[in-house]
């Protein structure tokens, strides 16, 4: 008589998050600082980094650029977020002008053996204006301000002294607000950002691929669309598409 393996439930996780006494998570590998805390830089992957596009470096390796030449990925820093455990986020932002938008970030960290068992707020500001966006970026001045909020109010918790692009003054002189754009998008993703600014520029990804290969750009005959670029290749494109006129 054969036994029927009976199957697992697809709304079973492959694995349940539970935190020790200390606060940790079960089964993920911490590193740990020479006085005992969190190393959580060390914990954030190169994938989440970018070189700084406002300095002129020599090598686009992450892994030999020093932290003040490096920015950092919104999604990066939710990994750590959620690595290190909240109960709350809470925003408020203000527009004290039509093209000027500030937002302020709350979070609920939960107890760890950091804080001493005890649960800690910790709250940080973030702007979106003329001196931090350029382009279509204008149109999005609201979630900007709050991803940015979000960005800081986290590093500053854990302690990450790499800043995001938004942190950087990219024009000092207040340009053209562009005209706004109801698509929703994901400011967080630079490959939609590409995508849609190649809308834009009525610029097609062929295009794209071609101009890569002339450039002997790595493994760029191998591209089959936008995901398959390097987001460190992409912040390059779009400053480059962005300065081509229509």
């Known amino acids: 008589m054969y036994m029927v393996a009976k199957k697992k439930s697809k709304c079973t996780p492959p694995k349940s998050i539970k935190r020790n006494e200390h606060g940790l998570i079960q089964d993920v590998d911490y590193i740990f600082n020479e006085d005992g805390f969190i190393d959580w830089r060390s914990m954030l992957k190169d994938k989440w980094l970018y070189p700084n596009p406002s300095k002129k470096l020599n090598t686009s390796e992450v892994s030999k650029l020093q932290d003040r030449d490096l920015c950092i990925l919104l999604g990066g820093i939710k990994e750590l977020a959620q690595i290190r455990g909240f109960t709350n986020v809470r925003y408020s932002l203000h527009s004290p002008s039509s093209d000027y938008v500030v937002a302020s970030c709350e979070i609920t960290w939960v107890p760890n053996y950091e804080t001493e068992g005890s649960e800690v707020v910790f709250s940080s500001v973030g702007d979106a204006g003329p001196h931090n966006t350029h382009g279509f970026g204008q149109s999005f001045l609201g979630p900007i301000a709050e991803n940015s909020a979000f960005l800081r109010c986290v590093r500053n918790f854990l302690k990450i002294n790499v800043v995001a692009q938004d942190e950087i003054a990219v024009n000092p002189t207040a340009p053209q607000r562009a005209q706004a754009d109801t698509t929703t998008i994901d400011i967080s993703d630079p490959k939609t950002l590409l995508s849609k600014l190649m809308g834009e520029k009525n610029i097609n990804f062929t295009q794209i691929k071609t101009k ?13 669309s936008v995901s398959d670029i390097p987001n460190i290749k992409i912040f390059e494109l779009l400053d480059r598409i962005q300065k081509i006129k229509i």
């Open 212 to 224: 890569l290969e002339k450039e002997d750009y790595p493994n760029a005959e191998d591209f089959s």
